[in-house]
T-cell receptor
Framework: AQKITQTQPGMFVQEKEAVTLDCTYD???????LFWYKQPSSGEMIFLIY??????QNATEGRYSLNFQKARKSANLVISASQLGDSAMYFC???????????FGTGTSLTVIP | DAGITQSPRHKVTETGTPVTLRCHQT?????MYWYRQDPGHGLRLIHY???????DKGEVSDGYSVSRSKTEDFLLTLESATSSQTSVYFC???????????FGAGTRLSVL
């Protein structure tokens, strides 16, 4: 079974609108972490946001928020007020296990339309 | 920016030749990782290290070996490169609690 599933290969959003990128995960470990990364066309991996499995509140970082629904095992990324510079690949990832092993999804390509 | 340096940044080699990629960190983090990125697959973990001389396999470890003799360096070796190993390779480091993972700039490897 896939550890991380991103079902949206590509998404489009109008500039200044909000967009939600979906991510579901699979783990039996009670302690885990969930991450979102952005990869622009230049290729670097940029950390966006982190949510721990025991965190009670959804994580937020500026225009990014992580909608954490533990029972559904989902960790969707919400980007508010989209900007042209948000056009990129977005990867969801999970960290689990005593040796901090990481798993990544296949990514969602987001295009922001002017 | 986290102090992670990957070398070389680009490499073209021939099938059957050995290749070693280097990841160097200045953050003194315990955990280091090697990933490969291919279209349609996202990032897949090759090997990772949880300390000096302590390494473990990831999900796509066949054909790769690693070594970590110092905290700051994590080497990835392709003993006999194949065309299927043409990819972009990323090194990453993680803090002890695993709450963040920083990536290097990547190495683009072409095996002809």
């Amino acid at each position: 079974a896939q550890k991380i599933t991103q079902t949206q290969p590509g998404m489009f959003v109008q500039e200044k609108e909000a967009v939600t990128l979906d991510c579901t995960y699979d783990t039996s470990d009670p302690s885990y972490g969930l991450f979102w990364y952005k990869q622009p066309s230049s290729g670097e991996m940029i950390f966006l946001i982190y949510q721990g499995s025991y965190d009670q509140q959804n994580a937020t970082e500026g225009r990014y928020s992580l909608n954490f629904q533990k029972a559904r095992k989902s960790a969707n990324l919400v980007i508010s007020a989209s900007q042209l510079g948000d056009s990129a690949m977005y990867f969801c990832a999970m960290r689990e296990g005593p040796r901090n092993q990481f798993y990544f999804g296949t990514g969602t390509s987001l295009t922001v339309i002017p | 920016d986290a102090g992670i340096t990957q070398s070389p940044r680009h490499k073209v080699t021939e099938t059957g030749t050995p290749v070693t990629l280097r990841c160097h960190q200045t953050e003194n983090h315990r955990y280091m990782y090697w990933y490969r990125q291919d279209p349609g697959h996202g990032l897949r973990l090759i090997h990772y290290s949880y300390g000096v001389k302590d390494t473990d396999k990831g999900e796509v470890s066949d054909g790769y070996s690693v070594s970590r003799s110092k905290t700051e360096d994590f080497l990835l070796t392709l003993e006999s490169a194949t065309s299927s190993q043409t990819s972009v390779y990323f090194c990453a480091i993680s803090e002890e609690n695993g709450n963040i993972q920083y990536f290097g700039a990547g190495t683009r490897l072409s095996v002809l």
